[in-house]
């Protein structure tokens, strides 16, 4: 199982930026799917997720709002579309995924079997 996130650089606040996370080696319509970051000196937090159907989108309160994650089957995919970036979303950005997962147990890190390189993501002020 290969995850490979992409998409991360550097924008000023209030840009968009567009995340891709893409699967191989995975019957990839049965894993949920989900979004970590990690900034500098922080730990490991969970941003979104979404359940293989592409269902139960789950998002971290500091998100809501602003973030939008969605998930290509047929391409193996998942987005993750970032609206009015803050500096603190500054961070290096994980994909994970995971063939069993209870609804309530997707925001846990550890819940999650596989994981991708990170890609980073730079807001500037």
């Known amino acids: 199982v290969q995850l490979q996130a992409s998409g991360g650089g550097l924008v000023q606040a209030g840009d968009s930026l567009r995340l891709s996370c893409a699967a191989s080696?995975?019957?990839?319509?049965?894993?949920?799917v989900g979004w970590f970051r990690q900034a500098p000196g922080k730990e490991r937090e969970f941003v979104a997720a979404?359940?293989?159907?592409?269902?139960?989108?789950t998002y971290a309160d500091s998100v809501k709002g602003r973030f939008a994650v969605s998930r290509d089957n047929s391409k193996s995919t998942v987005n993750l579309q970032m609206s009015g970036l803050k500096p603190d979303d500054t961070a290096v950005y994980y994909c994970?995924?995971?063939?069993?997962?209870?609804?309530?147990?997707?925001?846990?890190?550890?819940?999650?079997?596989?994981w991708g390189r990170g890609t980073q993501v730079t807001v500037s002020s």
């Open positions: 080696g995975l019957n990839f319509r049965a894993y949920t």
């Open positions: 994970a995924a995971s063939r069993q997962i209870i609804t309530s147990t997707m925001g846990r890190d550890q819940a999650y079997n596989y």
């Open positions: 979404t359940k293989g159907n592409g269902g139960s989108l």
